[in-house]
């Protein structure tokens, strides 16, 4: 059961790794690009690839799905990056259903943990399995590993081990459930813990108030997707912009927050200790553009300002 790319390499692994898969399940088509013609999910177009069974139900509690979920016969359900689970859907194969999830449960439970470890400044995060239970991401933990976040990862970056790694780490989790030398661990019933929000308009925006390690943060945490963003003032004219790579150089000066300086084909944005160094940005209706490139046909003029 899974939708986004993330999960296709889990399920292209379990293939290579021989199991039968006797079933995918899967989002629904939706609208998508200009035409809003309908796509499929990217676990859809493998599954379509490989000749298995597709479902794709808009209620997970239809008796219909229901039924066609029990005729699979599945012994064992593996969730990546799926929806939340009802009880008679988990609760259904012999073996029970886990789910790979990517943080070290009990830390970073919800919709964004990749993005909100990096927003967050960790130096390390890593992969969980764990059987579903009534909540999200709370019940007993199978197996983990721990990875590290590198200072200038993006959240692409760390998708992408996070992915391979996630994909081996459900293997294992198969083979010891196949060999019954499954250990399992409870998470701690507390709320302790840091959450990984869904990510919204509001927890994507700049602040250039803050702390220059924090806007790189941010901005490297949400790039490629979905982009951290501002608003630009520039030359009488005001409009969202996309910022998705930076670096920063930390020193003095006394120019206002948020500020635009370009320098030798830099752009650089006044913080309170130093300057953000926009690598790569997006003006509406346009593509994103490395600096230099962006330089060659836009100005900004004197008042520009980031906000």
Request: aromatic share 8%.
């Amino acid at each position: 059961m899974g939708t986004p790319d993330f999960a296709v390499e889990t399920l292209k692994t379990i293939i290579e790794n021989k199991y039968t898969v006797v079933g995918v399940i899967t989002a629904p088509d939706r609208p998508a690009g200009r035409g809003r013609k309908l796509k499929a999910s990217a676990v859809k177009e493998y599954a379509v690839s490989k000749n298995l069974t597709v479902l794709q139900p808009t209620n997970l509690k239809d008796d219909n799905f229901i039924e066609e979920l029990r005729s699979l016969k599945a012994n064992l359900h593996v969730v990546v990056a799926f929806r939340m689970l009802p009880k008679i859907v988990w609760n259904m194969p012999e073996y029970g259903t886990f789910n790979l999830h990517a943080s070290l449960l009990p830390n970073y439970r919800g919709a964004a943990p990749i993005n909100w470890a990096i927003i967050n400044g960790e130096e390390k995060t890593g992969i969980t399995t764990f059987f579903i239970d009534e909540k999200i991401d709370t019940g007993h933990v199978i197996l983990q590993k721990e990875i590290e976040i590198n200072k200038n990862d993006t959240a692409g970056d760390l998708h992408d081990r996070l992915m391979i790694d996630g994909a081996a780490l459900v293997i294992d989790t198969l083979q010891a459930i196949e060999n019954e030398k499954v250990v399992v661990t409870p998470q701690p019933n507390t709320n302790a813990f840091k959450t990984a929000y869904k990510l919204n308009k509001e927890n994507t925006k700049i602040d250039w108030k803050k702390d220059i390690h924090t806007i790189h943060n941010l901005i490297r945490g949400l790039s490629p997707y979905p982009s951290a963003w501002c608003t630009l003032y520039n030359k009488g004219v005001t409009e969202n912009v996309k910022i998705y790579n930076t670096h920063y150089i930390e020193e003095p000066h006394a120019n206002e927050t948020g500020k635009v300086i370009v320098e030798d084909m830099f752009i650089k944005v006044a913080v309170k200790n130093g300057y953000i160094i926009v690598d790569k940005l997006q003006l509406p209706g346009k593509k994103a553009m490395d600096a230099k490139s962006l330089l060659n046909g836009y100005s900004f003029y004197r008042d520009a300002k980031m906000s």
